[in-house]
C-alpha cells in the first residue's frame, strides 16, 4: 500500500462509500480493470491478500474481557480468515414465464448504493412519524408530501435489482444482457419473482458467520468473550 492509499484509508467519508476499499485495489491489484463491479466477497478477500502482502499474516486487535475488564490484544491470522471466504461453483438461477433470470452478487459500487437507499428510507419514515405525532397534518397531505420520495427509492431498488441480474434467456433461447431491457423486464415482472430475486441475491453476498465472530480468552481471568470482529478497512485502518 502506498502512502496515498494509507491516508485514504483513513478518511471516514471514503471509507463509508466503499471508495477507499476501491482506490486500494485499483492501487494495489492494477491488473483489476474495474474494481467497482466486483463483488463485496471478492474485494474483502482482495482487501485481505493486500493486507497480508504489505503488513503479514497477522491482524492486531484489542478486545477488553467483559468479565475482568483487562485489555489485550489478540492477532487474527488472515490465512484463517481467508481460508472460510466462500466460492460459487454455480450462478443462481429463477425461472419465469418461459425465461431463465441469472443472477450474479451485487458489486460494491451497487452494495453501497443499497446502503444509501436504506439510510433515505430510515430518513423518510422517522420523518413521517414524527409528523404523524405532532398531529400536524392528515393523511392525505402526508401521502402528496412523500409520494415523490418513495418512488424514487422504488425506482432506484428496481435499478439495483436489474444490476443483480447477469443475463435473461428468453423462451427462444436468446440471450439477452441489455440493461434497457432487463430494467423494463423487472418493472413487469410479478413481486412473487421479485422477491425470489432479492432473496437468491442476499444469499449471494452474505458472509459466513465464522469470518466475524471470534472467540478471545482473557490471559488474565481465563474468561471466554464470543464476539464479532468486521475485519474490514473500517475497523483496521487505525492499525495500519
Ligand atoms: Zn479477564
Not at 474495474?34 to 504489505?54: F, V
Not at 413481486?191 to 453476498?205: G, P, Q, Y
Request: net charge negative; glycine share 2%; proline share 5%.
Amino acid at each position: 500500500m502506498t502512502t496515498m492509499d494509507e491516508l485514504s484509508l483513513k478518511n471516514p467519508d471514503a471509507l463509508i462509500n466503499a471508495e477507499a476499499l476501491i482506490n486500494v485495489i485499483k492501487s494495489c491489484v492494477p491488473s483489476i480493470p474495474n474494481p467497482r463491479n466486483l463483488c463485496n466477497i471478492d474485494a474483502e478477500a482482495l482487501y485481505l491478500g493486500i493486507r497480508h502482502a504489505t503488513y503479514g499474516k497477522d491482524i492486531e486487535h484489542s478486545h477488553k474481557c467483559t468479565k475482568c475488564e483487562e485489555v489485550s490484544s489478540y492477532n487474527i491470522d488472515i490465512d484463517y480468515l481467508l481460508n472460510k471466504f466462500p466460492s460459487f461453483d454455480a450462478v443462481p438461477m429463477i425461472e419465469h414465464d418461459g425465461m431463465k433470470i441469472f443472477l450474479r452478487p451485487l458489486s460494491i459500487e451497487s452494495m453501497t448504493k443499497v446502503s444509501l437507499v436504506e439510510l433515505e428510507q430510515t430518513k423518510i419514515i422517522r420523518s413521517i412519524r414524527q409528523t404523524v405525532e405532532n398531529d400536524e397534518t392528515d393523511e392525505e397531505t402526508l401521502a402528496k408530501k412523500y409520494y415523490n420520495s418513495f418512488l424514487k427509492i422504488a425506482q432506484y431498488n428496481v435499478n439495483l435489482l436489474a444490476e443483480a441480474i447477469n443475463y435473461i434467456e428468453t423462451d427462444e433461447g436468446t440471450k439477452v444482457e441489455d440493461k434497457a431491457y432487463i430494467n423494463e423486464f423487472i418493472d413487469n415482472v410479478p413481486s412473487t419473482i421479485v422477491d425470489m430475486i432479492n432473496t437468491e441475491v442476499k444469499k449471494l453476498s452474505i458472509k459466513p458467520l465464522d469470518l466475524s465472530d471470534f472467540e478471545f480468552v482473557c490471559p488474565e481471568c481465563g474468561n471466554k468473550d464470543k464476539t464479532s470482529v468486521e475485519v474490514n478497512p473500517v475497523n483496521f485502518s487505525e492499525a495500519g
